[in-house]
């Protein structure tokens, strides 16, 4: 092996090592890209549950007001219904 081939073989492992080091901090900056994605995701994941959890409570207070507001409705009804019953028996009363 003459010296000149003996200088390329250097200089290519030169590269090769030089290569490999910019390969290197390519993974590291993923590397920390991917742990930022997944930091950001388990924040999503916790916006999602407690939106979900909000949703929930709006729903059951939702559905409890329409039953408070049926039963409103059905005693008032009833007071109605009393109501022209009353006005009734007053006027026979009258006559």
């Known amino acids: 092996m003459g010296p000149c081939q003996v200088e390329r073989l250097r200089q290519a492992l030169v590269l090769a ?6 390969l290197r901090r390519a993974l590291k900056v993923a590397e920390s890209q991917v742990s ?3 930091d950001a995701l ?4 916790v916006q999602l549950w407690t939106a979900e959890e909000q949703l929930r409570t ?3 207070a ?34």
């Open 62 to 95: 939702l559905k409890q007001e329409q039953l408070d507001r049926r039963q409103v409705e059905a005693r008032v009804g009833q007071i109605c219904a009393q109501t022209e019953q009353d006005t009734l028996d007053v006027r026979r009363l009258q006559v």
């Open 17 to 22: 090592e030089e290569e490999l080091e910019r």
């Open 42 to 45: 388990r924040r999503l994941r």
């Open 58 to 60: 709006i729903q059951a």
């Open 36 to 38: 930022e994605d997944e």
